[in-house]
């Protein structure tokens, strides 16, 4: 991939310069926005746009660590895809990168000299697209890819999260897992398992150490990797404690200078009704100790270095939110010329780049093993066990949401550790019912086996419905004369037998109901 030097760089920067002239003042704070507009120049002092820097529609944003450099992922109307590089000092144009797709995620690598980058193919239909789908990592003097990563033979996505101290980096991987990057090397060396539907951000915490995974199964969760631990799975916390009347997503995560609080933009349904939503999470619990309504469903979030303002890229606006953190409202929406992609902030005093920890133990050169395990399933059709007649169905496990179904077993591959809740469909057959049963996977395969509890059966009511019919009585008759033991509910002392007198409880049932429909 070659850097576009020469006569092409200098025509579009020519351009540029014509129709756009910079008026921002100087060494203000200022907030850069991508949208299909370009890249608007905004000045968070006076919460005023400064200019739309006209460089085609732009989606990732990356900041160099000095602060000087932004890199913003353009596609122009003949279908040309590049990275362009603008002066925070200048908010001009320097130079371009070409690249084969769109470049939605830009990581600046802390040391300044790599791009990582994930670029996408764009299409207007399901058939007609332009570009690639790839994930690069690109050296930011020459233009040059100098890697391209897959997993499985399919390209990473999402952001790159580089944690320099521990020579890692971490992307998703189309398995909804997360990849571990050699940063040295730039070779994928291992995965992380978290639970279904990660996406769509990765963030590195502020000690440099943890990597934040969102994910929006089940609502919203965060998984959590430690660097220097080798467990090949991201921990979890839910965000909420989901439920069916209040369900929750997440879009983007910002933290604290102190790390001691995460910022997540989102939204928050309730009865089917749906609203904007910022998360306030504690990252020394884990847990939500906030929300708070807004009146626009923000998609991205940058966090002011003195944590007293976020600015909030709306996506169902033309328009940023600025949010005074301090007295949680909303402080102004500043109009855009189109719909928010990215937002990033320069000009601060201080770089916003995170410290470089020092690791206590070195990182392993091998790849991560990884530690997926088995659960398997038995439903017993009576009180024998699984030892003897075993029933088919369906089997759920939650909250990874899977279901297994067949006729005398069930097997669940590839369950992280963690602990789940087995529940069996149909719950009950005439000889009791099913309750769900609780598992924890450690570092072994699991066997479980569901247990079939006795009723307080109506006596004939074979078909638990709380009556006893006419065909009840008549397999009761049939058991009692020697017939298969296929009614609990014949049988009220469980002995095993059915009597005269078990019968004729069962006919004054059928005449005058059962007691729970009485």
């Not at 085609?56 to 992922?73: F, I, N, R, V, W």
């Not at 070779?187 to 929006?216: F, S």
Request: hydrophobic share 40%.
């Amino acid at each position: 991939m070659a850097h576009n030097h020469g006569g092409r760089v200098a025509l579009v920067v020519a351009a540029i310069t014509c129709l756009w002239r910079p008026t921002s003042a100087s060494g203000a704070p200022v907030a850069y926005v991508s949208s299909t507009a370009g890249v608007t120049v905004i000045d968070r002092s006076a919460n005023s746009v400064i200019t739309t820097v006209p460089i085609g529609a732009t989606t990732g944003l990356g900041l160099s660590p000095d602060g000087a450099t932004l890199y913003a992922g353009t596609w122009d109307q003949q279908d040309r895809f590049a990275i362009v590089v603008l002066s925070t000092a200048t908010n001009m144009v320097r130079e371009s990168i070409a690249v084969e797709g769109m470049a939605r995620w830009i990581t600046v690598a802390p040391d300044g000299r790599h791009l990582w980058v994930e670029q996408s193919r764009q299409c207007s239909t399901q058939v007609d697209c332009v570009g690639t789908d790839a994930f690069r990592v690109i050296d930011a003097e020459d233009g040059r890819s100098v890697a391209t990563l897959n997993y499985d033979g399919v390209p990473l996505f999402g952001p790159a999260v580089i944690a320099p101290g521990w020579g890692r980096a971490y992307a998703f991987t189309a398995r909804s897992t997360i990849a571990v990057v050699d940063t040295a090397s730039h070779t994928v060396v291992g995965e992380k398992l978290a639970i279904c539907c990660l996406g769509p951000v990765l963030a590195l915490h502020p000690d440099g150490r943890h990597v934040y995974a969102l994910g929006n199964e089940f609502g919203g969760f965060i998984g959590i990797i430690d660097t220097e631990d080798d467990r090949d799975y991201a921990p979890i916390f839910f965000l909420l404690g989901q439920s069916f009347e209040q369900l929750d997503g997440q879009s983007d995560i910002a933290f604290t200078s102190d790390g001691t609080r995460a910022y997540l933009p989102g939204s928050l349904c309730r009865a089917g009704e749906c609203s904007g939503m910022l998360f306030i999470v504690d990252t020394t619990g884990p847990q939500t100790i906030e929300t708070i309504p807004l009146d626009h469903f923000p998609r991205r979030i940058a966090l002011a270095p003195d944590d007293q303002v976020a600015h909030l890229a709306n996506g169902d606006a033309d328009s940023i939110t600025v949010f005074d953190l301090v007295e949680r409202r909303v402080a102004t929406t500043i109009p855009l010329p189109a719909l928010p992609e990215a937002v990033v902030l320069a000009g601060d005093a201080t770089p916003t780049s995170p410290p470089t920890p020092t690791p206590t133990s070195p990182p392993t050169p091998t790849p991560t093993p990884r530690r997926a395990f088995t659960v398997s399933v038995c439903v017993p059709h009576a009180t024998a066990g699984c030892g003897g007649v075993v029933e088919g169905g369906t089997v759920l496990l939650q909250p990874l949401n899977r279901t297994a179904s067949g006729l005398d077993g069930f097997v669940f591959d590839n369950v992280p550790p963690g602990t789940y809740t087995l529940s069996h469909s149909p719950r009950c057959n005439p000889f009791g019912c099913r309750p769900p049963v609780r598992i924890t996977v450690v570092d072994e395969d699991v066997f479980a086996q569901f247990q079939l509890v006795a009723l307080d059966l109506c006596p004939g009511d074979c078909g638990l419905d709380g009556r006893v019919s006419i065909e009840d009585i008549i397999r009761c008759v049939s058991m009692a004369e020697g017939g298969p033991y296929e009614c609990a509910a014949c049988d009220p002392d469980s002995d095993g037998l059915v009597t005269i007198d078990e019968i004729l409880r069962a006919v004054q049932r059928a005449l005058t109901r059962c007691p729970s429909t009485e």
